[in-house]
């Protein structure tokens, strides 16, 4: 019975990356793997696969390699490597790998699980030199209006755009489902970013291009912060509410992208941090845009308000990034400064009062700084 390292593991050691994690799998059957295997178990419920050594086998796919190889997602990851060295690919998959192309594996690779749909942005932000081959995005925009990618399980979803955020080109994860018609659709999972290829992202000088640019700008100078990245997407997705005809102008997006982006993170079922976070990107950008010409006050309820939800440092990379400033150096200096104003006892544990005080204390110490 022949064992095969399988997939994305195979693929990576041919690229000369360090596999991220292993995958293994065996011809025959289950019955014939336990038996061969001494100390052998089958585990899992909704996906059987048999235990062995700390490692998780899983039959081939179809029952033999030929099947499992065009059943994978994409060329890249049809590969299989025997314990003694050999390896077999799909009939693309070394091509692919040598022209650096994301290719669905077969005709129906994505139909067959929708998710891949998403699976195939992200590996476009994953392997940034790499190019999404058009038979890929043809069949994105085949299932753009389906009801099978309309009904996936939100947390497969999720999971995918949270890879992508981490992601070295996040802006590409966004750029493929636009060029794949998935944000063509104004009922789809990213609904709040439709058309947003096609929307100015505001007036020169200030801005030049669509906000799809725009935004992909904004999340590739987060690279590498993946909460400020999130909040790079959400940041400006009141655009693409704001009325036509005072474009290239977005009069009060700001306002209306806080209650958008609090619904993508919601129907994508991120973690809370990530959904608050986004809502105040949405809501709060502009402000902390011009952070040097607000009043004391505005400052310090500014900071104080992103400093309680714990997002500081990535929400000043996110307006560093969105302005083209360096805000987060004077903001984070404030915010060590309001921190270190503490209440004497006197006025503690007086409710709102005790809030009103703090606020006096620190509004006052900025000023002095």
Known sequence: MALYTVGGAVRDLLLGRRPADYDFAFDGSMANFLASHAGARVVGKSVRVCLWQGQEYMPLAGGCLKADLASRDFTINALALEDNGVLHAHPQALHDLAQRLLRPASPTALAADPTRVFRLARFAAT??????????????????????LAALPAERVGREVLKALHAPAPSRFISTLAAGGILHTAQGWFQELCHCDSIPAGPVPWHTGSVLAHTG???????????????ALCHDVGKMCTPPDQWP?????????????LHLGQRLALPKRYILAGELAARLHMKAGMYECLRTGTRRDLLWQVHCAGISHSFWRMVDADSKKQHSLQALADER??????????????????GRQLRELQCLALTRG
Not at 217 to 231: H, K, P, T
Not at 345 to 351: E, F, R, V
Request: charged letters at 15%.
């Open 127 to 148: 392997f940034p030199s790499f190019t999404v081959h058009e038979t890929g995005l043809a069949q994105m925009r085949a299932l753009a209006h389906s009801p099978a």
């Open 217 to 231: 700008r904004v999340m590739d100078a987060c690279a590498g912060d993946s909460l400020a990245v999130w909040m």
């Open 249 to 261: 102008h977005h009069y009060q997006h700001e306002k209306l992208g806080q209650e958008h982006a």
């Open 337 to 354: 400064t309001l921190c270190a104003i503490h209440l004497p006892q006197a006025w503690q544990n007086k409710g709102a009062a005790s």
